[in-house]
């Protein structure tokens, strides 16, 4: 399967708010929380921090659901929070594992600049495994 056929699926999302003023969309149908925080205003607009959830565990689950109809999922959530938010400066979120890690280099490869967005620095911590993204908007 193509990176770029994954995102052919439409799922229905249900955006609410929590009391912090996260922005969290929902995707029943896989059990799906994607956290979208505007944690930082800067001279040009809010860095957004991006995670998410499935089956209400952040990490690598070892369920049966297609990770490639969760990252669809996600994606969608992402291009829909965007579209409609043009105040967002930088995006910033993390992957743990190579294999997860890679899959987010390749997605940020092909359509951060679509996005209008452009990879500024990612690192690894060695003590976790853990990759850190920091995409910042083309200007």
């Known amino acids: 399967m193509l990176l770029s056929e994954i995102f052919d699926k439409q799922f229905d999302i249900k955006w609410i708010k929590d009391f912090s003023g996260t922005n969290i969309a929902i995707v029943d149908k896989l059990n799906l929380e994607v956290y979208l925080s505007n944690f930082s205003y800067e001279e040009d607009g809010y860095t957004v921090n991006i995670e998410f959830s499935v089956d209400d565990t952040f990490g690598k689950t070892n369920n049966n659901k297609n990770q490639f109809l969760i990252f669809s999922a996600v994606y969608q959530v992402i291009k829909e929070y965007l579209t409609k938010n043009n105040d967002i400066a930088a995006i910033k979120f993390s992957s743990d594992g ?15 600049s679509k996005f209008g967005f452009k990879l500024v620095k990612n690192t690894t911590e060695q003590w976790s495994n853990n990759t850190k993204f ?5 200007r």
Do not use: V
């Open 134 to 138: 920091y995409l910042r908007k083309i």
């Open 98 to 112: 190579e294999n997860r890690t890679a899959l987010y280099k390749k997605f940020i490869e092909k359509y951060a």
